[in-house]
């Protein structure tokens, strides 16, 4: 049974994998923009004689992909011919607050900014290793 055409598509035009190309170096001036000294050292500005640099991490990934075809059974076009395509990719980042540079009179000074979330999953994670430990010795008593 021939492939009918998608109705948005004549059937001599191209699909739109084969108009639009992927490209990788796009990607990367994409990711280098964001992945810059300036995500890492924030803008500074002074307050009352003191100026303040925040400071944070960054953690980036570039992922691509690509792909390929050949004809195989029931692989290829309605005419026949055999196709593929591939292509696409991604960044992802990362930005987390650590602390600021504090610059006065008395010299540089780091302080270390405070993340509540994993102060609160470190203590919820402490509490269920102290209660399964109490747990683990309660059965073993009332098994003797």
């Known amino acids: ?22 490209d990788p170096a796009a990607l990367t001036r994409a990711a280098s923009d964001t992945w810059t000294v300036r995500r890492v050292f924030g803008e500074a500005y002074e307050r009352g004689g003191t100026t303040v640099i925040p400071v944070a991490k960054v953690q980036g990934a570039v992922m691509t992909g690509s792909g390929t075809g050949e004809v195989g ?11 593929g395509s591939g292509g696409g990719g991604g960044y992802a980042t990362r930005v987390r607050a650590v602390g600021v540079y504090v610059v006065d009179d008395a010299g540089v000074h780091w302080r270390p900014a405070l993340d509540l979330n994993r102060v609160v999953l470190g203590g919820q994670v402490v509490g269920a290793v102290v209660l399964s430990a109490f747990s683990l010795a309660w059965a073993l008593r009332r098994r003797r």
């Open 73 to 83: 059974a029931g692989g290829g076009t309605s005419s026949g011919e055999g196709g």
């Open 1 to 22: 049974m021939p492939a009918t055409p998608h109705p948005e598509q004549p059937d001599d035009a191209a699909p739109t994998h084969a108009r639009t190309r992927f």
